[in-house]
């Protein structure tokens, strides 16, 4: 049993590059988020989607974008890399309703140079 | 707007201590309230949760209670181990129709044998 599965773990970037940060979940959750996790600001909400084809911007969503196409898989793009954009980045998945824990994958490590 | 806030870490305590980490919340409506707990290396996971006031959500030896009156949801253990060594974020699902999940800034606890 899977469950959220962050691909990769490590990635240094160029400022300018971009590339796509892979998550998927193998519990037909509708909901996915992403979020970004910055020492002293705990975690900041991305993008979230509520099931395929919908999505809506949370808290920092600039410089992101995402799609949801399918119900398992969730990815997050950066057009263009800027060294702000350093952080760890989270996927997590949850069953509808606001009771409903998170489940978190293990992070994406990003540097941008 | 919802908001969370948390003690400042780091926490440092010796085992067997008793642990007790603050956590006061701004929400409109009546949210839910959790604790996750993030190991090094990994992603959060849910620790324990209350959804109503008065409720008491508890695992693996920890307790929080839901306190309408003074909006906070204290995390408290009578017995700390070396193991408990983590980060601890207390979090509201916001009552829109999102029911994002917003999380404060993480204190981090350090058991000493």
């Known amino acids: 049993n899977a469950g959220v599965t962050q691909t990769p773990k490590f990635q240094v970037l160029k400022t300018g590059q971009s590339m796509t940060l892979q998550c998927a979940q193998d519990m037909n959750h509708e909901y996915m988020s992403w979020y970004r996790q910055d020492p002293g600001m705990g975690l900041r909400l991305i993008h979230y989607s509520v099931g395929a084809g919908i999505t809506d911007q949370g808290e920092v969503p600039n410089g992101y974008n995402v799609s949801r196409s399918t119900t398992e898989d969730f990815p997050l793009r950066l057009l263009s890399a800027a060294p702000s954009q350093t952080s760890v980045y989270f996927c997590?998945?949850?069953?509808?309703?606001?009771?409903?824990?998170?489940?978190f994958g293990n992070g994406t490590r990003l540097t941008v140079t | 707007g919802n908001s969370v806030t948390q003690m400042e870490g780091p926490v440092t305590l010796s085992e067997e201590a008793f642990l007790t980490i603050n956590c006061t919340y701004t929400?409109?409506?009546?949210?839910?309230l959790f604790w996750y707990v993030q190991y090094p290396g990994e992603g959060l996971q849910l620790l324990l949760k209350?959804?109503?006031?008065?409720d008491k959500g508890s695992n693996k030896g920890f307790e929080a209670t839901y306190r309408k009156e003074t909006t906070s949801f204290h995390l408290e253990k009578g017995s700390v181990q070396v193991s408990d060594s983590a980060v601890y974020f207390c979090a509201l699902t916001s009552m829109d129709s999102s029911y994002k999940l917003i999380f404060g800034s993480g204190t981090r606890l350090l058991v000493r044998p």
């Open positions: 929400a409109t409506g009546y949210p839910s």
């Open positions: 997590a998945s949850r069953v509808d309703g606001y009771n409903s824990p998170l489940h």
């Open positions: 209350a959804t109503k006031a008065d």
